[in-house]
């Protein structure tokens, strides 16, 4: 569900098939009918078949209640969103309602592509949503997307390892701490298993947001506005954790640094790894691909300092500034993330709603499928830590992603580790902040 970034501008033969596509896409959704019926287009991102059902569910729904204000449903892709994104502005043919994430609106929101919405929210929308929410989706003094949904880390556990080994299960209320979860993680390791698989092919965003446990935060952010970098003893929590536990203890599996999320699944259901840390979501492919009889739990991710705190990107919707219809975007916004709509689009993408009303309903509490253990580390999340940073893409690509693989492989120390990041990343930054 990540995006790849390319420099802008966009070429001209790329804008031209953007517009060539736009122009397929069985109309653009965009302005007023001939019969006076107003019709917005909504780009969603949703790709799981229950959230595109939920989604398309819900365009139905408002548009037999609201036959003035007709919507589109038109299905986007988080493989290219930036780019396509970026070329349906710069062609004047941006969808009204935007299907994003908040980490990505970050030069759009200062590009002046996006509509600042602190005069459209309605109050009930507003209030629903706490303010660590609203602050990953505030620029500047403009808020540029409503935040609705958000996936915390946690620990995905086969059980039976887990309860066989006798060490004590954490909870929410007591979750590990790192030391100890180094520790266990070494009590779990036998023959032929690990205590622990860390997918890190994009090591970044989970060294970044998990940091945030430990007090880390790496980006700092001046009285002059100016964002550096510090490399100080909470952000080396986690990632020193990982690397002890890949190269000191041999208790994590040194080939999974190089796999996404769902590339550990067949070996965490073989038995090889007692755990695996993922995104929330990823319980959804646990349930359809687990084979028969397996049993697995939902833990929490350890905690330092900050307690569970971690941060979040969460997925937002957005408005076009160049929409002739705002107003009407934001209400079918608002009908969209009703709390009990917000729940159909939380259960039908695996993840949890922002939403404190959502966030409260009973089929969120469930202890089946690790929901209720999700819900109760809502109220630790927070922006992730590069949320509003410019230039964060080039030093994720350029510098942190190659320093963090090769530290996590034990190729590098930590002293090395900080200074390709504090050091290299700082000139990075210092360009885009002349």
């Known amino acids: 569900m990540r995006r790849r970034r390319l420099p802008a501008p966009v070429t001209a033969a790329v804008a031209a098939l953007a517009l060539l596509l736009a122009g397929c896409s069985g109309g653009d959704g965009r302005g007023t009918d001939a019969d006076g ?6 780009q ?32 986007g892709s988080w493989d290219n969103v930036h780019d396509q994104l970026l070329t349906s502005f710069e062609g ?38 706490p303010q660590q929410s609203w602050a990953t989706t505030t620029f500047g003094d403009g808020v540029y997307g409503v935040p609705f949904l958000q996936e915390p880390k946690v620990l995905i556990a086969n059980k039976k390892i887990l309860e066989s080994s006798g060490v004590r299960i954490p909870t929410p209320d007591k979750p590990w701490s ?26 970044v965003s989970v060294t970044l947001n ?40 041999r208790s994590a599996a040194r080939p999974s640094l190089g796999m996404g999320g769902s590339d550990t699944l067949p070996g965490f259901f073989g038995g090889k790894y007692a755990m695996v840390p993922l995104g929330f979501s990823y319980r959804q492919q646990v349930v359809e691909q687990a084979p028969e009889g397996f049993e697995w739990t939902v833990l929490p991710a350890p905690a330092g300092s900050g307690g569970l705190a971690q941060g979040v990107s969460p997925q937002t919707l957005s408005v076009a500034e160049d929409s002739p219809h705002k107003k009407e975007a934001v209400r079918f916004i608002d ?50 830590p590069a949320q509003s940073v410019r230039g964060y893409p080039e030093w994720k690509d350029k510098v942190a992603t190659p ?17 390709r990041l504090v050091e290299d990343g700082n000139r990075v930054l210092a360009r885009y902040q002349r």
């Open 403 to 419: 320093a963090l693989q090769e530290y996590y492989s034990g190729a590098i120390d930590t002293e090395e580790l900080k200074k």
């Open 178 to 203: 790192w030391p100890e979860f180094r520790q266990i993680t070494g009590k779990l390791t036998k023959k032929g298993t690990y205590g622990v698989a860390w997918p890190l092919k994009e090591p």
């Open 37 to 42: 019926v107003i019709r917005l287009s909504f």
């Open 92 to 129: 004047g043919e941006a969808p009204d309602i935007i299907h994003d994430a908040s980490d990505d609106l970050a030069d759009f929101a200062y590009g002046g592509y996006l509509a600042d919405l602190r005069t459209l929210l309605p109050d009930r929308l507003a209030e629903d949503i």
């Open 44 to 75: 969603s991102l949703a790709w799981q078949k229950e959230s595109v059902d939920a989604n398309k569910r819900l365009v139905r729904e408002w548009n037999a209640a609201h036959p003035d204000i007709q919507v589109d449903y038109v299905q």
């Open 335 to 384: 009908f969209l993330l009703r709390p009990a709509n917000m729940v159909r689009l939380a259960k039908g993408d695996w993840m949890l709603p922002t939403g404190t009303e959502a966030l409260a309903d009973p089929a969120l509490q469930a202890t089946e499928n690790g929901w209720a253990t999700g819900t109760a580390l809502a109220r630790a999340l927070r922006p992730a």
């Open 210 to 249: 998990l940091g945030l446990s430990s007090g880390g935060q790496l980006f700092h952010r001046g009285a002059d506005g100016k964002v550096t970098i510090r490399f100080d003893e909470g952000d080396r929590v986690m990632p020193g954790t990982v690397q002890d536990q890949v190269v000191s203890d």
